[in-house]
């Protein structure tokens, strides 16, 4: 019934309806990491990983969602930044069907207390201030930037697209009906559930922790399909959820980008140029996948030469279904 859901004057039919998903809406964001962009369409450069999630219906059927998190990001002049953030938004939902898809609007029409907390700036440890930046130096820079940007991310609202087959694509700001999310791969699952399909930079010396990824069923397997351009390799690591987010915590506070507090489920290396594709079979649970440029995990290294940052373009796809 794309016409009468679609209607500008049932508006209240569409919300009743969306009343059924929005009671979910904390348990569905505290499952992943949202990834964070300097411009729509461009690659990945850090995560925020929501910690806290509160939800409330409002009298004029609006949704208040109150969260806070931890994240990090890389710029060529901080290098990677971790901070803590946190903020309560008042957002007026809604939704449009179009080709047996799904597109839910989360508009924020008010934003209470919003706060920035940086937690650590690499370029500090690694460089004297005065050689990169005037002052009043990197962390205020920093705190600068950080404070912009999460402004304008929470301004932007965020857009949900459902498909027929019940995957789920995740984009920052509003997208048109028909529009969705830049993918790098095609879409063809052969049934299996499709829960990441996007570019990511990771610089020299960093690492980008994707998901976690729920597995529900004890015979599943999380099937993974790369493409590495940029640098020689980067290795590819799979760990539980609890050992990944005691890595994150340490990433986002230590600037020296530490070893796996235990040993990955799956760590390998990956070349550029070939598509590369993995099954991993793994228990019921959930799961970080780890793009590594470290020297510090894996089994290779970036180029080492001063002041040459090849950064990894990879092109990931995450899928789980049942193992081979």
Request: hydrophobic share 35%; aromatic share 8%; proline share 8%.
């Amino acid at each position: 019934m794309p016409g009468v859901l679609n209607d500008p004057g049932n508006r209240t039919l569409r919300r009743e309806l969306l009343g059924f998903g929005t009671k979910s809406v904390c348990e569905e964001m505290l499952k992943r990491g949202v990834p964070l962009r300097l411009n729509d369409g461009d690659p990945s450069i850090g995560r925020f990983y929501m910690k806290q999630c509160a939800s409330r219906s409002l009298d004029n059927d609006d949704l208040f969602i109150q969260f806070g998190g931890l994240g990090y990001a890389w710029s060529n002049i901080t290098k990677r930044i971790g901070f803590e953030a946190s903020a309560g938004i008042d957002y007026d939902p809604d939704f449009r069907v179009q080709d047996g898809a799904m597109w839910v609007y989360f508009r924020p029409s008010a934003t209470a207390a919003k706060k920035f907390d940086l937690k650590m700036v690499e370029a500090q440890s690694s460089t004297p201030l005065g050689a990169i930046l005037p002052m009043p130096g990197a962390q205020a820079l920093a705190d600068q930037l950080g404070n912009a940007f999460l402004a304008r991310e929470l301004e932007r609202g965020f857009t949900v697209v459902r498909e027929s087959d019940g995957s789920v694509g995740f984009s920052l700001g509003m997208l048109p009906p028909g529009q969705r999310p830049p993918t790098p791969f095609e879409h063809a699952s052969g049934g299996r559930a499709v829960v990441m399909n996007e570019r990511i930079d990771v610089h020299q010396n960093q690492r980008d922790y994707a998901g976690p990824f729920e597995v529900t069923g004890n015979g599943d397997a999380l099937y993974l399909t790369l493409n590495v351009e940029g640098t020689a390799a980067i290795d590819l690591e799979v760990l539980p959820r609890g050992i990944g987010d005691s890595w994150i915590q340490s990433y986002a506070q230590d600037p020296n980008a530490g070893p796996p507090p235990a040993t990955p489920v799956l760590d390998e290396p990956v070349r550029s140029g070939a598509i590369f594709r993995r099954v991993v079979s793994v228990p019921k649970g959930s799961y970080y996948v780890v793009l590594d440029n470290t020297a510090t995990a894996g089994r290779t290294q970036p180029s080492g030469v001063g002041g040459d940052d090849r950064s990894a373009s990879v092109s990931l796809g995450v899928e789980v279904g049942g193992a081979p």
